[in-house]
């Protein structure tokens, strides 16, 4: 089983609808993160969290909320889905040992019509 | 703020040749992180190296170096004798502060690699 588990690995909606994405880690990390990749852009952090009472916006946090429900669980939502939030989503936890490397999800692919 | 700068949007080379793919940073801290992930067309983002800012030495890990120039604020991917399973985009990052501090990892943009036979 993956460390950092996504789900739902692909999602198709339409406007206006709730979205959750939800995340999982079997790491013992205490941070965790949310990023979003679109093409020619790279990832784009959108909130990260370092404990479950420390939730911190990133460079594109307008649209998007997160509840990080227990140290292991990081979700992220949409309240309401846009067109321009189609992208591939992606968690990633990291510890503050060694290099201090983020560790990723497998992805999640939201399209949204 | 801290900011990474690919200029490269695309590379191309031929298999068994070394090929150099550049980043550029921006910081005002003086303990910083620098890393490298190999994205290919799977999806998965793949760790390939790390240089500390007080690191003396060049990172190596097999095939892959990071031309490390401090006070060029450069952090170059060097893939030697490339292979066609190199083909991917890569994403250079940095991380503010010390690796046991609480900090974020910004990405840059992104080069998309293409090795030919």
């Known amino acids: 089983d993956a460390d950092v588990t996504q789900t739902p690995r692909n999602r198709i909606t339409k406007t206006g609808k709730r979205i959750m994405l939800e995340c999982s880690q079997t790491k013992g990390h205490d941070r965790m993160y949310w990023y979003r990749q679109d093409p020619g852009l790279g990832l784009r952090l959108i909130y990260y969290?370092?404990?479950?009472?420390?939730?911190n916006k990133g460079e594109i946090s307008d649209g998007y909320s997160v509840s990080r429900q227990a140290q292991a669980k990081f979700s992220l939502s949409l309240e309401s889905a846009i067109p321009n939030q189609t992208a591939l989503y992606f968690c990633?936890?990291?510890?503050?040992?060694?290099?201090?490397?983020?560790?990723f999800g497998e992805g999640s692919r939201l399209t949204v019509l | 703020a801290q900011k990474i700068t690919q200029t490269q949007p695309g590379m191309f080379v031929q298999e068994k040749e070394a090929v150099t793919l550049d980043c550029t940073y921006d910081t005002s801290d003086q303990s910083y992180g620098l890393f490298w992930y190999k994205q290919p067309s799977s999806g998965e983002m793949i760790f390939l190296i790390y240089?500390?800012?007080?690191?003396?030495q060049n990172a190596t890990e097999g095939r892959y170096s990071l031309n490390f120039q401090k006070a060029r604020k450069s952090a170059n991917l060097v893939i030697s004798a490339s292979q066609l399973g190199d083909s991917a985009m890569y994403f250079c990052a940095m991380r503010e502060g010390t690796s046991g501090g609480y900090n974020k990892l910004i990405f840059g943009a992104g080069t998309r690699l293409a090795v030919h036979p």
């Open positions: 969290s370092f404990d479950v009472k420390d939730i």
């Open positions: 240089q500390g800012s007080y690191d003396e």
């Open positions: 990633a936890t990291r510890s503050g040992d060694d290099t201090g490397e983020l560790f």
